[in-house]
C-alpha cells in the first residue's frame, strides 16, 4: 500500500521533501480514511506514525484532524481496540480533545506503561511517554475539579 511506501520515504530521510505536501488537509484525510477503512495492522503502524510525525512538526495537522469529531474519536477508538502507538497522536490532539478521563483510556494508558517498548515503532515521542504526560494531564485536571467543587 502506498502508505507503507510514504512511511518508507520519511524514514530515509527524504521528510523535508514531502512534508509540506502531506501536510495538507486533503492528504490528513486521506490519512484518516486509512485508519477507518484498514484491518492492516502494518498499514495502521505507518499511518499512525506518520500523522504523528507530521503533527509534531505542522500544527495544522492536528486542527485538521481535530476539525472533525469523528476523526478524533476514530483514532481514540483504535488506541483501546490495541494499537498502542495512537497514545503518542493522542497526546498531540490533547489540547483540543475534552475530558479525557469520561473517555475511559486510563486502562488503556496504563497498558502502554506495562507494556514492552521495544515494540514500538520509533516516534518523536516513545508512548510510554506521552501515557505519562496523559495520565498527569487527567490527574490534575481531576484534581482542579475537585477543588473547585469544594470552594
Not at 483501546?80 to 495512537?86: I, S, T, V, Y
Amino acid at each position: 500500500m502506498a502508505v507503507l511506501q510514504i512511511e518508507q520515504i520519511w524514514r530515509e530521510g527524504q521528510m523535508v521533501d514531502i512534508q509540506t505536501m502531506l501536510s495538507k488537509p486533503p492528504v490528513v484525510n486521506g490519512f484518516v480514511d486509512i485508519l477507518s477503512n484498514s484491518v492492516d495492522p502494518h498499514v495502521l503502524m505507518a499511518t499512525i506514525f506518520l500523522l504523528c510525525e507530521l503533527g509534531s512538526r505542522d500544527s495544522c495537522v492536528i486542527h485538521t484532524l481535530t476539525r472533525v469529531d469523528t476523526d478524533v474519536e476514530c483514532i481514540v477508538a483504535l488506541f483501546q481496540k490495541g494499537l498502542l502507538e495512537a497514545v503518542v497522536l493522542i497526546y498531540l490532539l490533547m489540547p483540543f480533545i475534552g475530558n479525557l478521563a469520561e473517555m475511559e483510556l486510563l486502562d488503556s494508558f496504563l497498558k502502554v506503561l506495562l507494556g514492552w517498548e521495544e515494540d514500538f515503532v520509533s516516534m518523536f515521542m516513545k508512548p510510554k511517554a506521552a501515557s505519562v504526560l496523559l495520565l498527569q494531564h487527567v490527574l490534575r485536571n481531576t484534581e482542579d475539579e475537585r477543588a473547585s467543587k469544594i470552594v
